[in-house]
């Protein structure tokens, strides 16, 4: 007999949705934000390098479809900027 998993019953087996992406911030505090990924892909297709002129812009396209804090705005920024530094750099690398 295989085992059936009921998804309303375990919501933390289910998979992630797409583009669905899990922001960890310094205080550990986390985020779940939609559309990063292509918010990183636009950005990179426009040229656009990673650097602190570049979060603020980044951040305003992710609170388009995600609600952002004014008070966690800095916070976002930051996390942002580091994860948009790995994207440029592996993309870079390919």
Known sequence: MSAHINQSIAPCCRPPAR???????????????????????????EGKVPDPSVANELVNRLSENNYIA??????YEAVILEEYQRFFEAKEAE
């Open 19 to 45: 583009g669905y992406r899990l922001l960890a911030f310094p205080d550990g505090s986390q985020a779940g934000v939609m559309g990063l990924d292509r918010i990183f892909d636009d950005a990179y297709r």
């Open 70 to 75: 004014l008070l966690r705005w800095s916070q």
